[in-house]
């Protein structure tokens, strides 16, 4: 391993020209977009290529990983990743204020004056798991985009990572409008919604309901006579101050369009007549999942993987297994937290503080049961008890009660395990209140049952806090086998598990806004993998030599091919530890690399996936969540299943708190090894080998994190040199 660092000057190019979404008959969905990583928008403000700063001395550590944007080339992770290393700060004992004194101590990496320090303030403190402190740039009480920073520390209250970047030249801003046009935001309103939906509307067509806290609320005055463009929701809109880089801010609104038949999307515009576009990032995640929960009964009350648990593989061989149906269990059980309990005592229905389910039957996302929407109901005071039938269709009625319920119970389960490893309110999740301990109260997630619109799939939107995620949930129908009932993914733990896995990864990095690359949106697949079959995994799994499919049961009705859909489920490969059953390593997602010849390794005969190039974000993503699942046995060997997965969540739930946005591969690994440098140090080697087996070793170096070809990997198989001489 070398000393020092090695600085790489790297082109900026980035272009919004990407792979594009048809939906039905309309226009293409446009490809995310972000201004300062488009060198022909900055070239039109005169903004200079940017020169690598030299680093602080004491940077200059062999463990301590220093990560470049890629526009600004100022450090946007700097991760310490050996327990006895540490910055040349003292310890004191408050972590907001280490967070402040360590920015101080280190302006001089970004180029910070006096006045752009006195714009930076601490936004949260997160004590949970991983204890972070998450600081923002705001100039007059506006937000500057993309400057939140996050900065964790150890048990010893010793920072161990940051993560994010600053913007000097704050005090040179001439800032927002002086004279308040009433008609700016609307126009910004009309061009944002013709760019996603080619519909022409006027800003006159808009007005303005109200102000909460930062976000004012925009509705369409023709709510429900534009057939058109069916509005889910207000739109709501906040100020923003947007760097494009060298000491050059512009003014903006960033707003989120939420319509039916589009995925939901944020958009940033000048706040002024012209508008111009300065960032554009779909909000939705989408992929065919499957599972529904049925209960294991243990001391967590930990979901099965579904009606039907097929995982781990019987066989680990094609076989064309299918696992024989399982008996629900009755549980009784108020949360998994001490005082926080997922409905009160007198509750009719399936809305709580974490989520609000009803099977979404009709148009619109909000519930109507004039419509024929089905909300979750009690069965009797105090019980929501249904059987679900497998000789009828998931529509029944009685079904979708057992299976809303279900999904109910999912959401609800995640949010406490979750909450358990730092994923709390003050780091964005998604509660009706906040019970005053930080962040955005109001956006309890909205979980639609057997959703009206598709089938045979599942996606995720997710917005920035505040504003509830929606997690769409489909039936699976089948045309090539009429006699088989329709089955759902309400109630299958990996499907729910997996959109689920979009939402805290989504608010975790850049709050919604992070995961706009393809590198991000390609690691968002994957944890959402990782999620799903770890914290469905039980501790009599045969870890080893398991084989494990991202689905099952529904799969069965995708195609008269999908008989190993307990083995391949819908991707290329099963995840497993076998490198003859999984083959995949860094390298592969790169487009153009070959993956071996099925000959030598079976692979998915009839996956969608299959059927794309290697840097397609659900290809790509099998790598990602290979190597997390290489983590997870390795600690699972070490410290028996219980006490292995909650040490991951912990790890990978820290590592997301302090994950950069449009990150690479290796600086979300370099995020995780900052999380467990910070908390259980010991557990370093387990780490570096389950990255090193599949070619994200301690060389590795990951593609520019604009990349969309996801070409350039170095694989690195090593783990660093002083873990080896420590054991």
Avoid at 25 to 39: T, V
Avoid at 183 to 193: D, M, P, Y
Avoid at 398 to 409: A, E, I, K, P, R
Wanted: with cysteine; proline share 5%.
């Amino acid at each position: 391993m070398k000393n020092g660092f090695l600085l790489t000057i790297l082109i900026l190019l980035f272009s919004s020209i990407a792979n594009a979404q048809i939906v039905g008959d309309r226009q293409e969905i446009p490809a995310n977009f972000h201004a300062r990583y488009n060198q022909n928008f900055r070239n039109s403000y005169n903004i200079q290529r940017a020169i690598a700063k030299k680093l602080d001395p004491r940077m200059d550590e062999k463990w301590i990983k220093v990560h470049l944007d890629i526009a600004t080339l100022r450090p946007r992770l700097i991760s310490i990743q050996k327990a006895d290393v540490r910055l040349d700060l003292p310890s004191i004992d408050l972590p907001r204020e280490d967070g402040i004194r360590l920015i101080k101590e280190l302006k001089g990496l970004w180029d910070l004056s006096d006045t752009d320090m006195e714009n930076i303030k601490v936004k949260s403190v997160s004590s949970k798991g991983l204890n972070v402190t998450r600081l923002i740039q705001r100039i007059n009480g506006v937000d500057v985009f993309g400057s939140e920073t996050s900065i964790a520390f150890n048990k010893d209250r010793r920072v161990v990572s940051l993560s994010g970047q600053f913007f000097c030249g704050t005090d040179s801003f001439s800032g927002l409008n002086p004279v308040v046009n009433s008609t700016f935001t609307e126009r910004a309103i009309v061009k944002s919604i013709f760019d996603l939906t080619n519909i022409s509307l006027k800003a006159s067509d808009f007005h303005y309901i109200k102000t909460e806290g930062q976000y004012r609320f925009y509705k369409f005055k023709s709510w429900s006579k534009k057939e058109s463009l069916q509005f889910q929701r207000l739109i709501r809109v906040k100020d923003v101050i947007f760097p494009l880089g060298g000491e050059v801010f512009i003014p903006g609104y960033y707003m989120e369009l939420w319509f039916d038949n589009y995925p939901a999307f944020s958009y940033i515009r000048e706040s002024n007549e012209k508008a111009q576009l300065l960032f554009r990032k779909n909000l939705t995640a989408s992929e065919a999942f499957k599972y529904r929960v049925y209960n294991t009964g243990d001391e967590i009350f930990r979901p099965e993987d579904g009606p039907a648990p097929g995982t781990p593989h019987p066989t680990g061989e094609t076989d064309g297994f299918q696992a024989p149906t399982i008996q629900e269990k009755l549980i009784e059980i108020e949360s998994l937290l001490d005082g926080d309990p997922w409905l009160p005592p007198d509750a009719e229905t399936t809305s709580g503080n974490n989520c609000f389910a009803f099977a979404n039957l009709k148009r619109f996302d909000r519930f109507n049961p004039s419509r024929g929407d089905v909300m979750g109901e009690i069965s009797e005071p105090g019980a929501f008890d249904y059987v679900y039938d497998h000789s009828k269709n998931s529509d029944d009625p009685v079904n979708l009660q057992s299976s809303v319920v279900g999904m109910f119970f999912h959401v609800n389960w995640l949010h406490d395990r979750w909450y358990e490893a730092g994923f709390d309110e003050a780091s964005g999740n998604a509660q009706e209140d906040n019970y005053g301990r930080g962040g955005l109260g109001g956006d309890p997630i909205i979980a639609l049952g057997n959703d009206f619109r598709g089938v045979n799939n599942a996606f995720m939107s997710t917005g920035a806090d505040g504003g509830s995620p929606l997690m769409h949930m489909f039936e699976f129908r089948s045309v090539e086998f009429p006699d088989v009932p329709s089955r759902t993914s309400n109630h299958e733990a990996i499907i729910t598990f997996h959109e689920m896995g979009h939402y805290i990864t989504n608010r975790l990095v850049g709050d919604g806004s992070g995961l706009f690359n393809n590198q991000g949106g390609a690691m968002g697949e994957g944890w959402g993998d990782f999620f799903a079959l770890s914290m469905a995994s039980q501790s009599s799994d045969d870890f080893e030599n398991g084989v494990y499919a991202a689905g099952g049961w529904p799969d069965f009705l995708l195609s008269e091919r999908a008989i190993d859909n307990y083995y391949f489920s819908i991707r290329r490969y099963p995840y497993t530890t076998d490198m003859s059953k999984n083959p995949l390593t860094f390298k592969h997602i790169s487009r153009g690399v070959a993956l071996p010849r099925t000959s030598e390794v079976p692979r998915n005969p009839d996956a969608l996936s299959g059927r794309r190039s290697n840097n397609e974000v659900h290809n790509a993503g099998e790598v990602w969540c290979s190597a997390l699942w290489e983590v997870f046995v390795n600690l699972v060997n070490k410290h028996e299943h219980a006490e292995a997965e909650r040490r991951m969540l912990t790890y990978v739930i820290g590592g997301l708190k302090i994950t950069p946005s449009s990150p690479t591969y290796i600086e979300a690994r370099d995020a995780i090894v900052s999380a467990v440098t910070a908390l259980n140090p010991e557990d370093l080697p387990e780490i570096w080998k389950g990255f090193a087996k599949r070619g994200m070793g301690v060389d590795a170096v990951a593609p520019r994190s604009n990349s969309r070809n996801l070409r350039n990997v170095i694989e690195s198989f090593d783990i660093p040199d002083d873990l080896l001489e420590d054991g």
